[in-house]
């Protein structure tokens, strides 16, 4: 998928809906719901793990490989954009 | 990376409906409701909870919470019902009321009861509540069945009753979160999005995930029984608190979860327990898609397959982590398939007493642990309780104070402890290396830790051979007798030691003069004489090996197997000379030459431990025969140790029975190697004259194969009382026969034996104690190691599955002039000392505790059908504990598709029939032969082995139908089967299979499984229910699990409904049924006469419609019995005709033709049948629905040949009855007040439709009867009219019933 310009907090969001199928009922997922309390499973989460990981191709770092990653939007948010920047950094274009 | 496919968006809103009380179960409820209704008596599916009250208990409160829960929570009010339709629903009742068991200090016992009694679906609440006094503080134990609730809920319970509880004893209003949804709002939603067209993509996934699965099948310390026996056991396992933290890791960093890791571990060590690559288990997943859903109580658990390939030599720990995870992803994204249509899609059936697909299940916990980990979160109390296993195992694994805790629970009546305890270790340790080492091949992995192989035996056999053995014992007893004959001119004559050598001495003279040494083989064609000692012994003492060739083999074979075996001379019998080809080898007739002028004492030394001692030709099923060659060495080891354990020495006297060619033969060297001595016996293939000859020659030592023994067993084992020691040998020994013998013969040792010729006759022995039916082969016997080593050659765990594999100073050299064969067979034993060998019998088995090992099966007997991998050999073990004498179960290709066939032998009186309810009743079902072939005999290859090419062919007696499958409708029908030829299928029969193709949207013939058409266990209520209002009575559910073909359904419904039927009704035994062909419609067709007994004229008769009904269904013939010998009607004859085949009954009811086909073909056949005794005089027509339109036509049509009709709910004003104007006829109408319901297609209803009939047919002059009653369309309520509608109808004294 190609990273467009739209914020990452957007684009986990979108991802997050999807794998917990949440706004198909109007549920407006908040930056910081827990997910594990909207039905996030150990293996909704995986999919979820592997789904971001493809979608900023990144891989999370060994620190983020944890359950708080994906507790809500906003820290899957801050791990994905700490991975890239580490990720990015060399040849970052402004 | 792989593809993560989300699971679909349920596309309906999740709304709460206050208004509505009735919905439909969910997925999940509607499998457990359906469990349930499969088992009254006891129940798997219990929830159970405790919690400590340390503070104490105040009931009020307790009262009042419980009151405040089953308010709060739909489910907790909520009753299952079963509709008339077959349909389920719950329904919430307005109140209920959860009544508190109070306990006080003996608590156990309704402890246990509230965890055990069954729960009554349609009376709520299904939950029940024990306040306990315990020891330190107060319990409450609560006890919900599954279908109201899971796991995850009681942790919601518990908050919920704590927090309702501490409000009412604070006296505030309790603080909880709303409940947006219900219970049912969720189950109606669920079944919105299992449509058909929604579940499509799913199921297909399902059948592609599953295409070809093979069924996992660990080996059971016993065997599987048609009981259901759900007691449980558990063992728990845990992982150090490191190796839990590095699993977690590992998890991680594959992109996997802790409970995927945990998964790929079981499934590593069930691969190894079982020997499969494929590994199919099953899987619970808690479902709660919506975040409404996360605050109810009930049962949100969706039940997934997961198939994981193991295979790949190099497969790593990672790599199976990675192919676990997408299991479970693709299982998570396709869970919205209920269960029961996964297993309709890949039609695994629905075994009764067994789960389908699976029964393994993995379940990791852990997912949420939020509310029981809260911080004041109640206390749990787990009382000890007995442990019920729905599975034959279970895993289920959860993080304790961070050690990784597995439990596991199995059924002790299918495992012992010891097998899973083998199990989890294995499970942990692969777990441990696994995270230590996820790179290193799994086979790696696994190998360290395993047992060792036997440690190679400490001392070489001895070498000495038997002829320096047999030369000592001429030296030492010279005038003790060696050899007695029995059979033959040399009956009776005996040979001392010393004769035997010294007629040997001069015949090696003989044979080395004539070429014979080192390295050459010596044909023998020998009569069953004592002189046959002498010249194996004479061809040792050249150093030659003897090759025994059966004389009668055609000619071609025997010149094959001489050039084959390059043969320098064949030494012959005079009598059997004549069957030699002269021109295959030089020919030595005994007694020809004449060698009194040779030497008598010892001649040199020659044969050495390398040098071939024998040949014998082992001619395997198929292919061409081949002869395995053994040396003296291998001999040597036999000789030297059999005086461990068979009685042989001095003062013994061996037989065995068998010929020359089969190399049990050989064991005769071991008496003549230790002093003892030998009986020769002719004795012919029946064992003739055996306990004679036992008796008559004092034999001590008796050597039979199996089957020998069941011969003789089915004879009088007590004939053989002079025995001391009974040697059995073969692989599967008949336990019978066995315990038969160790009973009825005191003092004998009663030994099986087994062994292949490529390991010189024995490689184990078994003396000691069994059970569960079946003998085990036992120990290896001195100088022999036995390994059970898996597919990589390395050695099983004790319990597991394994081939064997026998190694030591037996083994052959191989099979002579194949090295390629040989290299195949005969592989480097890497267990034992340098250059050692190990041979591969192909026969697979397992160590049971204390060593002995216990035969499995043929490598290559198991069978698989219908996605069962079937031990044929376990069959065959049930069949000869049941009753046969011998049996022989093989797959076949049968038209019909593959079957499982059974060849039996049972003694004369065996029942064929009644084995078969036998089996029923201890194997599952799918291990059930389809077909039981009784046999005269097991024909035997020459050596003494099934000949399974030899056994006959099946033939299915009806073409077309599919294969029985389960019950008696059985089919199969060479002579001396079970099935007659099969019953014309009947049209209960027929309408059995409409209601079911109706349920499961196509066509299923009357021979065809309905789980194996895509049928499954939820549509059983429905196809039930459909059966049920044709019965008009209750139908048991069950029924049709056991009975799964339309035609066994029916057969069952009349079984069941005319217990007197197969006793014998006098009225049902003077039923004659027919085959019968009209000229007016062609095709045959059943016809059953009943004709009175006696003598007495005949002046009554009735023409039934759809006879099989009236006859079958409706115990017509039993009635008319009745009714005659209470006098209420003359003596009455009957014919009974049905349609020739289902499909064109109404075209044929409402032919034109059909009142001239029944007066003017049908009735002839009556009248001849009943010939003097028929006086002229006219008949009734008897039908029912359509039959009675066509019974009322015959009436009015006619006239000359009919009197009158009865007409069962027919719908009679849609049809043109008759000419207005005809002969009065005496009519019987008859509806029921239900068939109200039934609308016509003139706009009346049935009851209307038969009532203006019958005030039209009054009008034009007919005499009428019109009755109405109760029961509906069906057989149950015709039954019930038909005493009084027929006696009307024969009534003589007309005139009174005028109307």
């Given at each position: 998928m190609i990273v467009s310009q739209e914020p990452v907090v957007e684009i986990v969001r979108r991802i997050v809906d999807k794998q917990l199928n949440l706004s198909a009922h109007g549920y407006e997922l908040d930056a910081d719901d827990d997910l594990w309390n909207m039905g996030m499973t150990s293996l909704t989460c995986m999919g979820l793990m592997l789904t971001v990981e493809d979608t900023f191709q990144i891989e999370l770092p060994e620190e983020a490989l944890r359950e708080g990653t994906f507790r809500t939007v906003g820290t899957i948010t801050a791990a994905v954009e700490a991975a890239r920047s580490a990720h990015e950094k060399p040849e970052r274009r402004v | 990376?792989?593809?993560?496919?989300?699971?679909?968006?349920?596309?309906?809103?999740?709304?709460?409906?206050?208004?509505?009380?009735?919905?439909?179960?969910?997925?999940?409820?509607?499998?457990?409701?359906?469990?349930?209704?499969?088992?009254?008596?006891?129940?798997?599916?219990?929830?159970?909870?405790?919690?400590?009250?340390?503070?104490?208990?105040?009931?009020?409160?307790?009262?009042?919470?419980?009151?405040?829960?089953?308010?709060?929570?739909?489910?907790?009010?909520?009753?299952?019902?079963?509709?008339?339709?077959?349909?389920?629903?719950?329904?919430?009742?307005?109140?209920?009321?959860?009544?508190?068991?109070?306990?006080?200090?003996?608590?156990?016992?309704?402890?246990?009861?509230?965890?055990?009694?069954?729960?009554?679906?349609?009376?709520?609440?299904?939950?029940?509540?024990?306040?306990?006094?315990?020891?330190?503080?107060?319990?409450?134990?609560?006890?919900?069945?599954?279908?109201?609730?899971?796991?995850?809920?009681?942790?919601?319970?518990?908050?919920?009753?704590?927090?309702?509880?501490?409000?009412?004893?604070?006296?505030?209003?309790?603080?909880?979160?709303?409940?947006?949804?219900?219970?049912?709002?969720?189950?109606?939603?669920?079944?919105?999005?299992?449509?058909?067209?929604?579940?499509?993509?799913?199921?297909?996934?399902?059948?592609?995930?599953?295409?070809?699965?093979?069924?996992?099948?660990?080996?059971?310390?016993?065997?599987?029984?048609?009981?259901?026996?759900?007691?449980?056991?558990?063992?728990?396992?845990?992982?150090?608190?490191?190796?839990?933290?590095?699993?977690?890791?590992?998890?991680?960093?594959?992109?996997?979860?802790?409970?995927?890791?945990?998964?790929?571990?079981?499934?590593?060590?069930?691969?190894?327990?079982?020997?499969?690559?494929?590994?199919?288990?099953?899987?619970?997943?808690?479902?709660?898609?919506?975040?409404?859903?996360?605050?109810?109580?009930?049962?949100?658990?969706?039940?997934?397959?997961?198939?994981?390939?193991?295979?790949?030599?190099?497969?790593?720990?990672?790599?199976?982590?990675?192919?676990?995870?997408?299991?479970?992803?693709?299982?998570?994204?396709?869970?919205?398939?209920?269960?029961?249509?996964?297993?309709?899609?890949?039609?695994?059936?629905?075994?009764?007493?067994?789960?389908?697909?699976?029964?393994?299940?993995?379940?990791?916990?852990?997912?949420?642990?939020?509310?029981?980990?809260?911080?004041?979160?109640?206390?749990?109390?787990?009382?000890?309780?007995?442990?019920?296993?729905?599975?034959?195992?279970?895993?289920?694994?959860?993080?304790?104070?961070?050690?990784?805790?597995?439990?596991?629970?199995?059924?002790?009546?299918?495992?012992?402890?010891?097998?899973?305890?083998?199990?989890?270790?294995?499970?942990?340790?692969?777990?441990?290396?696994?995270?230590?080492?996820?790179?290193?091949?799994?086979?790696?992995?696994?190998?360290?830790?395993?047992?060792?192989?036997?440690?190679?035996?400490?001392?070489?056999?001895?070498?000495?051979?038997?002829?320096?053995?047999?030369?000592?014992?001429?030296?030492?007893?010279?005038?003790?007798?060696?050899?007695?004959?029995?059979a033959g001119e040399l009956a009776g004559e005996e040979l001392s030691y010393g004769e035997l050598n010294r007629l040997a001495n001069r015949l090696a003279r003989h044979l080395v003069a004539r070429g014979v040494g080192r390295g050459r083989v010596v044909a023998v064609c020998l009569e069953q004489t004592t002189d046959r000692f002498a010249v194996l012994l004479a061809i040792a003492k050249c150093g030659a090996a003897y090759f025994p060739i059966d004389p009668g083999f055609p000619p071609g074979r025997l010149r094959f197997m001489l050039a084959d075996a390059g043969t320098a001379l064949t030494i012959v019998s005079p009598s059997l000379a004549h069957r030699v080809p002269a021109d295959a080898a030089p020919l030595l007739v005994l007694g020809d030459p004449d060698l009194a002028g040779y030497d008598t004492g010892n001649p040199p030394p020659a044969a050495r431990p390398g040098d071939l001692a024998y040949l014998i030709s082992t001619s395997g099923s198929t292919g061409a025969p081949k002869s395995v060659a053994v040396p003296h060495g291998a001999l040597s080891r036999l000789v030297a140790g059999a005086p461990r354990y068979l009685d042989i020495g001095p003062g013994a006297t061996f037989m065995q029975a068998g010929p020359l060619t089969f190399d049990v033969s050989v064991l005769e060297w071991t008496p003549l190697a230790h002093g003892g001595r030998v009986v020769v016996t002719g004795t012919g293939a029946l064992l003739e004259d055996l306990e004679a000859v036992v008796r008559d020659h004092g034999v001590t030592t008796l050597k039979l194969v199996s089957p020998q023994l069941d011969l003789l067993a089915e004879r009088d084992l007590r004939k053989l009382s002079g025995l001391r020691q009974l040697v059995v040998g073969g692989d599967v020994v008949n336990p019978r026969s066995f315990l038969a013998a160790r009973e009825l013969l005191p003092g004998c040792r009663v030994t099986a034996s087994y062994g292949p010729t490529e390991c010189t006759v024995l490689a184990t022995v078994f003396d000691g104690g069994f059970r569960d039916g079946r003998v085990p082969i036992g120990h290896p016997i001195p100088y022999t190691r036995l390994y059970l080593l898996d597919r990589d050659l390395r050695p099983v765990q004790d319990g597991m599955r394994g081939e064997i594999y026998l190694a030591g100073d037996g083994l052959a050299r191989g099979y002579h002039g194949r090295p390629g064969l040989t290299a195949q067979a005969f592989l480097p034993d890497p267990y034992g000392p340098p250059g050692s060998r190990m041979y591969r019998t192909g026969d697979v088995g397992r160590r049971l505790p204390g060593g002995a090992v216990d035969f499995l099966g043929r490598a290559d007997r198991q069978v698989k059908i219908r996605g069962y991998r079937i031990e044929t050999s376990e069959v065959e073990h049930a069949l000869l504990r049941h009753g046969a004498t011998s049996a022989v179960v093989v797959r076949a290709e049968l038209d019909t598709g593959p079957a499982l066939v059974a060849y039996v032998v049972t003694d004369g009186s065996g029942d064929v029939a009644a084995l078969r309810d036998r089996l029923r009743a201890t194997l599952p079902a799918y291990m059930i032969p389809d077909h039981l072939v009784r046999i005269p005999r097991v024909p035997l290859t020459p050596n003494n082995k099934v000949d399974r090419a030899s056994l006959p062919p099946v033939v299915p007696t009806r073409p077309g139908a599919a294969a029985p499958s389960g019950e008696g409708s059985g089919t199969a029908a060479p002579p001396g089967d079970e099935g007659t030829a099969a019953p014309p299928g009947n049209g209960l029969e027929a309408n059995v299979a409409e209601a079911w193709s109706?349920?499961?949207?196509?066509?299923?013939?009357?021979?065809?499984?309905?789980?194996?058409?895509?049928?499954?266990?939820?549509?059983?209520?429905?196809?039930?229910?459909?059966?049920?209002?044709?019965?008009?009575?209750?139908?048991?559910?069950?029924?049709?699990?056991?009975?799964?073909?339309?035609?066994?359904?029916?057969?069952?419904?009349?079984?069941?409904?005319?217990?007197?039927?197969?006793?014998?009704?006098?009225?049902?035994?003077?039923?004659e049924r027919r085959t019968w062909h009209s000229r007016t419609l062609g095709g045959d067709r059943r016809v059953d006469l009943f004709v009175p007994d006696g003598a007495a004229e005949v002046t009554r008769t009735l023409v039934v419609l759809d006879g099989s009904d009236f006859a079958d269904v409706m115990r017509l013939p039993a009635v008319l019995g009745r009714l005659a010998g209470d006098r209420r009607v003359p003596e009455t004859a009957a014919v009974f005709l049905s349609p020739a085949d289902w499909s064109s009954r109404r075209r044929e009811l409402l032919d034109d033709a059909y009142p001239d086909l029944l007066a003017d073909e049908l009735l002839p056949v009556l009248r001849d049948r009943l010939g003097d005794r028929w006086r002229p005089g006219r008949a009734v027509a008897v039908g029912a629905s359509l039959g009675a339109v066509a019974a009322v036509r015959a009436a009015l049509r006619r006239p000359d040949a009919f009197e009158g009709a009865v007409a069962l709910s027919g719908p009679l004003s849609e049809h043109r009855l008759g000419p207005a104007a005809s002969a009065p006829a005496r009519l019987f109408l008859y509806a029921s007040r239900e068939e109200a319901d039934i609308m016509l297609d003139d706009g009346l209803d049935l009851v209307e439709a038969v009532k203006r009939t019958g005030e039209e047919l009054a009008a034009d002059g007919h005499v009428v009867r019109c009755e109405y009653g109760d029961g509906g369309h069906t057989y149950a309520a015709w039954e019930s009219v038909l005493p009084e509608a027929i006696s009307w109808a024969l009534r003589e004294d007309r005139a009174r019933d005028v109307r």
């Open positions: - | 990376m792989p593809r993560i496919e989300p699971r679909p968006t349920n596309p309906f809103p999740l709304l709460h409906d206050p208004a509505e009380h009735r919905f439909p179960l969910s997925a999940g409820q509607e499998r457990l409701w359906w469990l349930r209704q499969l088992d009254s008596s006891h129940d798997q599916y219990h929830i159970t909870g405790g919690w400590r009250f340390p503070a104490g208990l105040d009931l009020p409160a307790l009262t009042a919470a419980l009151t405040g829960l089953t308010r709060r929570h739909d489910i907790l009010r909520t009753r299952f019902v079963l509709r008339s339709d077959g349909t389920t629903a719950q329904e919430v009742a307005g109140e209920v009321e959860v009544p508190v068991i109070r306990a006080g200090r003996e608590w156990r016992a309704a402890v246990e009861r509230a965890a055990s009694e069954p729960f009554d679906l349609s009376r709520p609440p299904l939950l029940r509540v024990v306040a306990a006094e315990l020891e330190d503080g107060h319990g409450l134990f609560t006890a919900l069945h599954h279908i109201v609730t899971d796991r995850w809920s009681m942790d919601v319970l518990a908050r919920d009753l704590f927090e309702l509880y501490d409000a009412a004893l604070a006296g505030r209003a309790p603080s909880l979160p709303a409940l947006p949804v219900q219970y049912g709002d969720y189950a109606r939603w669920q079944r919105r999005l299992l449509t058909d067209d929604l579940l499509r993509p799913g199921l297909a996934h399902w059948e592609r995930t599953l295409a070809g699965y093979e069924r996992l099948e660990p080996p059971t310390d016993r065997p599987r029984t048609a009981r259901d026996d759900a007691t449980g056991a558990s063992l728990v396992v845990e992982l150090p608190e490191e190796d839990t933290a590095a699993m977690t890791a590992v998890a991680w960093r594959a992109r996997a979860s802790p409970g995927v890791v945990v998964t790929a571990a079981l499934v590593a060590a069930l691969s190894a327990f079982a020997g499969q690559d494929d590994v199919v288990i099953g899987a619970t997943i808690s479902d709660r898609p919506r975040p409404e859903l996360q605050d109810l109580i009930g049962f949100f658990v969706n039940t997934v397959v997961l198939r994981v390939d193991v295979s790949g030599r190099g497969t790593t720990f990672r790599e199976l982590v990675t192919r676990t995870r997408d299991a479970w992803l693709a299982a998570d994204a396709h869970q919205d398939v209920p269960f029961e249509r996964i297993v309709g899609a890949v039609r695994a059936g629905s075994e009764e007493r067994r789960n389908p697909i699976f029964d393994v299940v993995v379940n990791h916990a852990g997912d949420r642990t939020a509310l029981a980990e809260a911080p004041g979160a109640p206390e749990w109390w787990y009382p000890e309780l007995p442990v019920t296993a729905r599975f034959d195992l279970s895993l289920t694994t959860q993080t304790v104070g961070g050690r990784l805790r597995a439990t596991f629970v199995y059924r002790p009546a299918l495992f012992d402890e010891t097998t899973i305890a083998a199990l989890a270790e294995r499970y942990v340790r692969l777990l441990a290396r696994g995270t230590a080492d996820p790179d290193r091949p799994l086979r790696e992995l696994d190998l360290a830790g395993r047992p060792a192989a036997a440690p190679a035996a400490a001392d070489p056999a001895p070498r000495a051979t038997v002829v320096e053995l047999v030369e000592a014992q001429a030296a030492r007893r010279p005038r003790e007798t060696a050899v007695t004959g029995t109706r349920v499961l949207g196509r066509p299923l013939a009357a021979g065809e499984d309905f789980f194996d058409h895509g049928g499954h266990s939820l549509l059983v209520p429905r196809a039930t229910a459909a059966v049920r209002r044709l019965l008009g009575r209750e139908v048991p559910l069950r029924l049709m699990t056991r009975h799964r073909t339309p035609a066994a359904y029916a057969a069952a419904l009349l079984a069941e409904s005319l217990p007197g039927i197969d006793a014998g009704l006098d009225a049902d035994l003077r039923l």
